[in-house]
């Protein structure tokens, strides 16, 4: 861990959700492998997670979609990439996979002991019922939820940390934003001067996971929320 923050500066801490608390890698894998991976066809998971980075963010960057179709139109445009054919219901399956992923190990305990000091937000690139069905794994009330679907926006858009600083009433230097992806939450979060924590979760594609690669200097850097 590198970090020399003074935690007691902050009022809230906002979180990243899917692949900062919830194992987005091992969900996505497991309902995309089985697409990818038969008849014989070789394809490791770092490059599952790399063809679903590229697909996501180019889908992402244009006309607002609800995430549902995000996950769906991704698999297919990976089955394009890597050369399966993905069909409309495999698509389908993949994008209804989600309320299964599960919560890293380490993420309820650490969610609990955080709310005792820190009022707690969630800005996440999701639909809301989506994230409905993920709330109550994570074992604490939120003060401030911002979906992708409310503000018609997906992150790195700055829009959505605007908004959940909007919604706590809070200056910016007493909020710290927590999470995996520097492409989606520590870009945007630095060009806003929104301190920032990098959770760098062990990955089968080290630095990006399933996410676009960027480059991007975060407050600090931890490999866990112990």
């Known amino acids: 861990m590198s970090t020399d923050l003074d935690l007691t500066q902050y009022k809230a801490l906002s979180f990243d959700c899917y692949g900062t608390l919830i194992d987005w890698e091992s969900g996505m894998l497991a309902a995309l492998r089985p697409i990818f991976l038969r008849g014989g066809t070789v394809v490791s998971d770092a490059e599952i997670l790399e063809e679903y980075g590229e697909a996501e963010g180019e889908i992402e960057s244009g006309g607002y979609l609800p995430y549902r179709q995000v996950l769906a139109l991704s ?45 707690l937000g969630i800005i996440s690139n999701v639909d809301d019922d989506l994230f409905a069905a993920t709330r109550p794994k994570l074992g604490v009330p939120f003060d401030v939820v911002v979906t992708a679907q409310q503000v018609r926006s997906y992150k790195p858009s700055h829009t959505n940390f605007q908004e959940m600083l909007q919604r706590t009433g809070l200056k910016k230097n007493q909020v710290l934003h927590a999470a995996q992806s520097v492409y989606h939450d520590i870009v945007p979060a630095n060009a806003l001067g929104l301190t920032n924590v990098w959770v760098d979760r062990p990955s089968a594609r080290p630095g990006s996971g399933a996410a676009r690669p960027a480059m991007a200097q975060p407050s600090a850097r931890v490999t866990s929320l112990k």
């Open 75 to 119: 698999a297919q445009k990976m089955g394009h990439s890597l050369g399966v054919n993905v069909s409309a219901e495999e698509a389908a399956h993949f994008a209804q996979s989600l309320p299964r992923w599960e919560p890293f190990p380490d993420t309820v305990a650490s969610l609990q002991a955080l709310a005792q000091r820190f009022r």
